[in-house]
């Protein structure tokens, strides 16, 4: 088992999990399936501050996370925002704990502040593990998502890394 840095090669594999997300879970609020010629340009902003992972086990990608700017104005430099997807078959096996304890590490090597996670009521499973791993509640945005019929509230956790 490894987390490593995308590749290219990587992304059909990428895709194909956050796809399984879009149609089955409230995990994205995107509600369309995207192709990989859609993503390229997604996948070309990872960089060394901000990356982007995948589990890989078997030569097999299992899950990804990433780092993003909250914002491109310069104040929230230092601030990323997570976003982590696991395969369907390889839920629950500790692949998002690891993946996000990567995502923490990274963020603490390179000094970053506040880690954010934006989380769907739904999510029961996100949430526990954030709080597990040391992320606090500071916010919720009310019924700002609507998918499958249901109108969600979405989460705010933060990990502050500089205490």
Not at 26 to 55: C, G, R
Request: charged letters at 25%.
């Amino acid at each position: 088992m490894s987390i490593i840095k995308a590749q290219s090669h990587d992304l059909p594999a990428i895709v194909e999990i956050y796809n399984w997300a879009i149609l089955n879970t409230s995990a994205t609020f995107d509600t369309e399936i995207k192709t990989n010629s859609e993503q390229t340009p997604w996948f070309e902003k990872f960089n060394e501050t901000y990356p982007l992972f995948v589990f890989k086990e078997s030569n097999l990608i299992k899950g990804w996370a990433s780092l993003s700017p909250v914002s491109d104005r310069l104040a929230y430099e230092g601030s990323g925002e997570i976003a982590i997807y696991i395969a369907p078959d390889f839920q629950k096996k500790g692949i998002g704990k690891a993946l996000l304890s990567r995502l923490i590490e990274h963020g603490k090597e390179y000094q970053f502040r506040t880690l954010i996670s934006k989380i769907s009521c739904e999510a029961l499973a996100s949430i526990h593990l954030h709080q597990k791993l040391g992320f606090i509640e500071t916010g919720t945005l009310k019924k700002v998502g609507k998918k499958f019929g249901k109108v969600l509230d979405v989460h705010l956790y933060q990990h502050f890394l500089d205490q």
